[in-house]
């Protein structure tokens, strides 16, 4: 969510270009999150996921800097805010892995999509951003689709699972704002290096009290979810640097479709019906706060003076 009188970005745009990498990111991740439920049927502790997803993603960012001609970029213009999104994006990882682990795919996904919801509740809260009653709407249609899809009283999902979703979509919006801000003065490959290096450290010690042996089985879905993960995380950020959010967000929607199939090709689980209607309110809540988000920031741009609520 953009300040008020946003900061003009002459940044060049290419939204084909930025489109196609929001995918390629999207399926990458969707990769690494079924593989995370694969890693846990094997025995693999979540911490283990956090360390070895980071450790495995080293090489390829050395090899993005390598090839991008990035080195010299490494040096960090704001370590303050780097510092803060490894935090907050290490405490997001779990909680989306652990909603994996705890739920379906398809509906774990779908709980996810209520980033937008919970990035407008806090615009409004902590920036202090106008939100009129169209995004406020928007907000009740999305929770609307959670109650519809969970059912909380139907013993369908487990609670702890939609609760850690939630938590771990909460956090996403976090991490989107803090992405955004890194992104107006880093490059891609900066962004990540620095995630990557910066979560290490402390996952390093908590790996002497939950690392344990694996069959070559379980290294191996460890090893993918460090390479989709990565490569993930690098397309997302670029396609940010190449088109606005209003375009390359949308794209998102698509990992749904991923991961339906691909529990459905390991699993054998597919959506039920109320899974579906829940997912189309919460979609349709995303993609109309999107709307908003961005008529309102051509608004600010046109007339900067005068505030319009959302």
Not at 61 to 71: E, R
Not at 179 to 189: I, M, S, V
Request: charged share 10%; proline share 6%.
């Amino acid at each position: 969510m953009p300040a008020s009188s946003p900061a003009p970005d002459n940044r060049p745009h290419r939204p084909l270009f930025a489109i196609g990498l929001r995918l390629a990111a999207v399926a990458c991740l969707s990769v690494m999150f079924v593989t995370v439920r694969l890693a846990s049927q094997h025995g693999v502790h979540l911490l283990e996921v956090l360390f070895y997803r980071q450790l495995a993603a080293m090489p390829l960012v050395f090899a993005y800097l390598a090839m991008s001609g990035g080195w010299q970029h490494i040096r960090p213009n704001r370590m303050g805010i780097h510092a803060s999104r490894t935090v907050v994006g290490l405490v997001g990882m779990a909680l989306n892995f652990g909603a994996f682990i705890l739920l379906p795919p398809a509906e774990a996904t779908t709980i996810g999509f209520t980033m937008p919801i919970f990035g407008t509740i806090m615009a409004a809260l902590f920036l202090h951003e106008p939100t009129g009653i169209h995004r406020w709407g928007a907000v009740l249609l999305g929770f609307l689709g959670v109650v519809i899809m969970v059912q909380p009283d139907s013993g369908h999902f487990p609670m702890l699972g939609v609760a850690v979703a939630l938590a771990g979509a909460f956090n996403t919006a976090l991490v989107s704002i803090l992405l955004r801000q890194l992104g107006r003065t880093e490059k891609a490959g900066t962004i990540v290096f620095w995630f990557t290096a910066l979560s290490l450290p402390p996952l390093g010690i908590g790996m002497l009290f939950f690392g344990q042996a694996h069959d070559l089985a379980a290294w191996g879905l460890l090893t993918l979810i460090g390479i989709a993960g990565a490569a993930g995380q690098i397309l997302l950020t670029a396609a940010l640097r190449w088109g606005p959010l209003s375009i390359v967000l949308p794209m998102d929607y698509s990992t749904i479709l991923w991961t339906t199939l691909l529990g459905w090709m390991l699993w054998n689980v597919w959506p039920m019906d109320t899974t579906w209607i829940g997912a189309a309110l919460i979609i349709a809540s995303g993609l109309y706060i999107a709307w908003r988000e961005h008529v309102r920031a051509r608004r600010v741009t046109v007339t900067p003076a005068v505030q319009h609520p959302g």
